[in-house]
């Protein structure tokens, strides 16, 4: 097959052919540069903006780490290692006796009561007799609901002494509650058949 040459060509003619010619030529540039260098852009918008996304998620929970290690420091002096009974007991008794002695309170007796435990958590109980002023009985039951142990006030029983009118005496019942670290449990091996709940 013959083609015509370009300068044999009518001036209408030879004008659509540089307009074709021009045209394939745009649409070569289009599929072999222009395309490629489009899409790279996208995938380089898309790969910024996922990490900014990053960047922002990261930053937020660095925010919220540093929250909770400030809480961590304001309530380190609630957190009580696992001791037996008997230890956490005489370290509660300890603790009492330290407050009463700080409130200017005098401690009569301090009587250790049944502990009630559960999975959660074990439940310390104690009766105190002890005499004090009124001001001062304030501020044994002020330290006492936030020391360390964060004692519960359950009972409270007080009288004027009949030889001094300024003094009380009286009875108190506290607990406090320790929780327990319950062991996390592993997960089943692969095949085997998960324990039926009862």
Not at 70 to 78: G, K
Not at 155 to 160: Q, V
Not at 164 to 173: C, K, N, P, V, Y
Request: proline share 8%; glycine share 4%; net charge neutral.
């Amino acid at each position: 097959m013959k083609f015509p040459q370009l300068p044999s060509l009518q001036p209408r003619e030879r004008l659509l052919a540089v307009v074709g010619g021009m045209a394939v030529m745009v649409l070569l540039l289009d599929r072999a540069v222009l395309s490629p260098w489009l899409r790279q852009i996208r995938a380089v918008g898309r790969s910024i903006t996922q990490m900014e996304e990053r960047y922002v998620t990261n930053q937020q929970l660095m925010t919220r780490k540093d929250r909770v290690l400030v809480d961590l420091v304001r309530y380190q002096r609630y957190l009580r290692p696992p001791q037996a009974d008997e230890s956490q007991m005489a370290a509660l008794l300890k603790e009492v006796e330290a407050i009463a002695a700080d409130s200017h309170v005098t401690v009569g007796e301090v009587k250790p009561l049944a502990t009630e435990t559960t999975d959660a958590a074990t439940r310390y109980a104690l009766e105190i007799r002890f005499e004090c002023t009124p001001e001062d009985w304030a501020g044994f039951i002020y330290h006492l609901e936030t020391s360390p142990a964060l004692f519960d006030v359950q009972r409270a029983g007080l009288s004027r002494k009949p030889d001094s009118q300024d003094q009380l005496e009286g009875t108190l019942r506290i607990a406090t509650t320790v929780l327990q670290l319950v062991p996390a449990r592993s997960p089943a091996p692969a095949g085997e058949p998960h324990a039926a709940s009862p």
